[in-house]
């Protein structure tokens, strides 16, 4: 057994028993990463002096006797928008590709305050616009599963790191689905967050009202323990939720008999790959048996979700790209006669094609002629779908749907079909727009492609999901499967 | 439906160049993608609130105390061109 293959509770157990230092994790998951690393291309940045400081800090204080939490000397990956103090952030941009960020994002203090280790940033589509990671300015990554298929994005780097072992788990951030659609191209699960749970303090701007850090791991139980870590009021963020968290952990090994899940029929619609939505109500059953009330019902909203997300998301981006001028930080156009030429050719220049599609979708939606049309009736739609869900959660603990209508596509194949790349959003946008919590776990494979179920719950719901999914798992052994690299 | 010509306006707002044929090769899918919003028409909206956000608390300050911020030379170390200190931009007075 290679320690590399374990998961971040195992790995904890191991440390904290004395079996095993830091180090030695350490060294595990770089030989693992020097094995791998060419075949998938995870990562933009490893920090390898950084985290061998790191470790022997941790080991130091382990042998002095030093109780630690559950998170010391455990290596995490970070997504490459999540602002790290003296590591480069590049947003897999050529905007961003020398920027080193003076200060450290709220949740990579608390990563660091609990002694994990920082291995690397990974790769993810420019700033997190995209569905396959196909859209960094710098690399392709390669889904673990399947070499020539794509990852999943936005945080396609984040799910291939943890799925090819490369890391005991990673952070990522779920505007529209980037943490649960490539989880479940990659067979790992994936989480995002109560809107304002998670401090989006050093998170680079997508879009701010539906931006959400969040976890990749190996297993539920690691997911459990992350987000003990990651939550909790930050002042620097005027979107934080001044709240009081659970000890996650608690949610873990429950009986779920008496729970209800409502299948929203809408998810299973046409469109979704038949053997996908086979295998999710496969998983359902399995939660059945164990006692829970299943029903149909309906969200008859879900609709207008696509439109209702791309519209209020390109508008946020169109105002939070607008800081990328050329002037203060971030790439400069070497060519330019005065202040005009000087912003026109560093935005031309340093964004790519997707970022300028999504920056012209919201100048057009917020032009004053369009205004009422697009943005305007968007956001009232948006409230629409959000009190649909919370008439759903008044009967339902938690529902479930697939994590994402098919799986993991081949190269290229996205950019070739408008609508596989936003209609398929149709899963896992609702959840943003609403701000609730949902999970991607895995629950099966369809031509040997790993398959998701989400999840989800009412907003601060989060412990009814890590109670039905950590059930599920007892009880399947989908995670467990690993890929043959 | 949106033009081309309006494209090339849009990108000229956003401060993007763009040529013609790059917004021939987008004006496609501006429109699948902006054509999804007729879908509102089916819906009545007139009474409800635009939701400016989405959870109950907006706006959360904090207190107003001064506090040490960024030296100098912190805030500089990721400016494209530097001069004296400063940030170096072109002359915008004549």
Known sequence: ?485 | MVEKNELLKMASIAKLKMTEEEAETIVKKFNVVLGTASLFNELDLEDVEPSYNINSVTNVMREDIPKESFEREIMLANAPEKLYGCIKVSKIIE
Request: hydrophobic share 35%; with cysteine.
């Open chain 1, 1 to 485: 057994m290679n320690l590399y293959s374990l998961t971040l509770h195992e790995i904890r157990d191991k440390m904290r028993n004395g079996e095993i230092s830091s180090k030695e994790v350490l060294d595990s998951v770089y030989k693992r990463i020097e094995e791998v690393e060419d075949k998938i291309g995870a990562y933009l940045t490893l920090t390898k002096d950084y985290a061998y400081e790191v470790a022997e800090s941790i080991d130091r204080r382990r042998l002095k006797g030093e109780e630690l939490g559950d998170l010391a000397g455990i290596p995490v990956a970070v997504k490459d928008n999540i602002s790290t103090k003296g590591i480069k952030t590049t947003c897999a941009s050529k905007m961003l590709e020398n920027y080193v960020p003076p200060f450290d994002a709220h949740v990579i203090e608390k990563l660091k305050d609990a002694g994990a280790i920082i291995i690397g940033k990974t790769n993810l589509d420019e700033f997190a616009m995209g569905h396959s990671t196909e859209n960094s300015a710098f690399k392709i990554t390669k889904n673990p599963w399947d070499l020539e298929r794509v990852p999943g994005g936005s945080s396609g780097g984040s799910a291939a790191a943890v799925a090819a072992d490369e890391a005991y788990f990673s952070l990522g951030s779920d505007t529209g689905g980037s943490i649960r659609q490539p989880a479940a191209m990659c067979g790992i699960v994936g989480f995002k967050p109560t809107y304002g749970a998670v401090s989006r303090y050093g998170l680079v701007a997508f879009a701010s009202s539906f931006d959400q850090i969040g976890p990749f791991a190996k297993d539920v139980e690691d997911c459990a323990i992350i987000l003990n870590y990651l939550y909790g009021h930050d002042e620097r963020d005027s979107t934080s939720l001044p709240a009081e968290y659970e000890d996650f952990k608690a949610a873990l090994n429950k009986d779920i008999k008496g729970m209800k899940i409502g299948l929203p029929k809408e998810y299973f619609a046409e469109g979704i790959d038949p053997e996908i939505k086979d295998l999710v109500l496969n998983g359902v059953k399995v939660l059945e048996n164990l006692g829970a009330h299943v029903e149909e019902i309906s969200l008859p909203h879900t609709k207008y979700a696509v439109p209702v997300y791309y519209i209020i998301t390109s508008a946020e981006a169109f105002s939070n790209l607008a800081r990328f001028d050329g002037v203060r930080y971030g790439y400069r156009t070497k060519e330019y006669k005065d202040l005009e030429e000087l912003y026109v050719n560093s935005r031309s220049e340093g964004f790519g094609k997707e970022v300028k599609f999504r920056i012209l979708l919201g100048t057009y939606s917020l032009t004053s002629e369009n205004y009422d049309y697009y943005h305007k009736r968007a956001l009232k739609v948006r409230r629409l779908i959000r009190q649909e869900f919370d008439e759903a959660f008044n009967k339902y603990d938690v529902l479930i749907s697939p994590s994402y209508p098919i799986v993991a596509t081949k190269f290229g194949e996205q950019s070739e079909n408008v609508s596989i790349a936003y209609m398929s959003d149709i899963c896992t946008v609702p959840i943003n727009i609403a701000g609730i919590p949902a999970m991607s776990i895995p629950c099966g494979f369809s031509k040997g492609l790993p398959v998701g179920m989400q999840i989800m719950s009412k907003a601060m719901g989060e412990a009814a999901i890590i109670k039905v999914a950590h059930a599920f798992e007892r009880n399947t052994d989908y995670n467990k499967k690993k890929p043959s690299l």
